[in-house]
């Protein structure tokens, strides 16, 4: 199994991560970091950088291929080299999936049209303008694409992924491998239990991201 994930400067890193641990914990299976050029790609915060060692050029038949999210994303949106790759790979994958607002970027390609998809709450409605039916769900199988919500929630698309290639014991054996056992401090992972003041915040504080140049 040949995994692509796409990386490109402004990525938040645990959309790339969370997957990649997942992934590359299953026997023969070979996960690459790729970019529209190999090098490192500075995430969001710019503290942290991830290294495609191979260019898109060179992963033109990925079985799987992963599009994370972060405010880098949003140039990929009119990148036509991008989008043209996303397309001609996805001819021949056995699944297309993204993190967070790389959904976003599937619906820019036309990946999305009529199908139930999710992304970051903050961006979910946005969905709708690729033709696609958003849904809050942390998980969206639809046919071979494979959507989830917001940031950590690629490590849960991953084991689902892992379960229907590989069978539910490997990826209960992966989960266990990675002793992914959440038990949150708070209630609040998700804009329907938190408090209304904090969903305020967040959204003020992205609000203000979004303004920067």
């Known amino acids: 199994m040949q995994?692509?994930?796409?990386?490109?400067?402004?990525?938040?890193?645990?959309?790339?991560v969370g997957?990649?641990?997942?992934?590359?914990?299953?026997?023969?299976?070979?996960?690459?970091?790729?970019?529209?050029?190999?090098g490192a790609k500075r995430t969001d915060s710019g503290a942290l950088a991830l290294v495609a060692d191979h260019s898109i050029d060179e992963a033109d038949a990925p079985d799987v291929v992963l599009v994370p999210g972060g405010p880098g994303s949003r140039p990929l949106l009119e990148d036509e080299r991008i989008l043209d790759w996303l397309r001609a790979v996805d001819r021949g994958t056995r699944w297309t999936t993204s993190v967070c607002t790389g959904s976003l970027v599937l619906g820019a390609a036309g990946l999305l049209e009529g199908k139930r998809a999710t992304s970051h709450w903050l961006q979910l409605e946005r969905l709708r303008e690729y033709g696609a039916e958003p849904t809050s769900e942390r998980v969206v199988i639809d046919g071979k694409v494979i959507t989830s919500a917001g940031v950590s929630s690629g490590i849960d698309m991953a084991l689902q992924l892992v379960a229907r290639e590989a069978g539910e014991e490997v990826a209960q054996g992966v989960q266990l491998a990675i002793e992914y056992d959440p038990e949150p401090p708070f209630d609040a992972g998700s804009p329907d239990k938190a408090p209304e003041q904090t969903v305020e915040m967040v959204r003020a504080v992205a609000a203000t991201r979004e303004q920067r140049p």
């Open 3 to 16: 995994i692509a994930i796409l990386i490109f400067e402004g990525l938040t890193a645990l959309d790339a």
């Open 19 to 38: 997957p990649y641990e997942v992934l590359r914990s299953v026997p023969g299976w070979e996960v690459r970091f790729v970019a529209s050029e190999a």
